[in-house]
């Protein structure tokens, strides 16, 4: 079934025309992968759908619902998460806390109800604290729960975000180069950790740079160039498309 569609897509910087008229869609159950040189514009996209910056024109549809309107916390509330390309986690906060912050996107309790300390929103930070301490274990790391999150390695920063991204309960997860800055090992616990949360029913688009990666998980990989679509298909024929051979995997990306 149909999860996403991206149709006509367009974003304009100025002058420069950063998304320029790109369509795909995103099936339930699957991991797609967004590649391209820099530049290509596949982090803007994350942006257009994520609810960060507004498409100039286009549309974006989740769940056959148009979202290309609706300001990011309310497309996080229908079910799309994100990572980032430079990891942004909360300064001063404990792992565990910098995975509650994404939990509360499903609270109910706002600041009167927390201010008068109601019996019902005790039960509801115990099911943040509960669901946060889940989630850093699914991705490995609950023994450091309770350490400031900017003393962990980077990769277990990324575990975090990755966490905290799983704590809004989303169904479209998107992950901005989950392997950036990792060696072998880590991206290798990254990449088993990517298909982990694609077992569990949610769906993920992902950008990468690591090829390896890229072609071991994905089931439908996208490529971008200067903004514009030129292919789009399985990762064995990517891999035999002479255009993305030529613009893309046939050169180093610095």
């Known amino acids: 079934m149909e999860l996403l569609e991206v149709k006509n897509l367009n974003r304009y910087f100025g002058g420069l025309q950063a998304v320029a008229d790109v369509s795909f869609n995103v099936q339930e159950g699957m991991i797609k992968a967004v ?6 514009g596949k982090t803007t996209l994350f942006n257009l759908i994520a609810g960060n ?6 549309t974006i549809m989740f769940h056959s619902d148009s979202i290309h309107k609706l300001p990011t916390h309310q497309i996080a509330r229908l079910g799309i998460s994100r990572t980032f390309q430079n990891i942004k986690l909360f300064r001063g906060m404990t792992a565990l806390e910098n995975v509650m912050v994404g939990r509360h996107v499903r609270t109910k309790a706002g600041f009167m109800a927390s201010m008068l300390k109601l019996p019902w929103t005790h039960r509801e930070e115990k099911e943040i604290l509960e669901k946060s301490m889940e989630l ?11 350490v400031d999150a900017y ?16 704590a809004t309960n989303p169904s479209l997860l998107l992950l901005d180069e989950p392997a950036a ?3 072998t090992h880590e991206t290798l616990e990254i990449a088993k950790l990517i298909t982990k949360v694609r ?14 990666l890229v072609m071991d998980i994905s089931e439908e990989i996208v490529v971008l160039s200067f ?3 030129i292919a789009e298909d399985t990762p064995t024929a990517i891999q035999k498309n002479k255009e993305v051979i030529q613009i893309y995997l046939g050169e180093e990306d610095a």
């Open 227 to 229: 903004g514009q679509k």
């Open 35 to 40: 590649i391209g040189p820099n530049g290509a």
């Open 136 to 146: 850093l274990k699914f991705v490995g790391i609950a023994e450091y729960h309770d």
């Open 181 to 183: 800055g990792l060696n």
């Open 199 to 212: 077992d569990l029913g949610i769906t993920v688009l992902l950008v990468e740079h690591d090829m390896s």
């Open 53 to 58: 910056v507004p498409p100039s024109s286009g």
């Open 151 to 166: 003393s962990l390695s980077f990769g277990q920063q990324r575990a975090v975000e990755m966490a905290r991204a799983l």
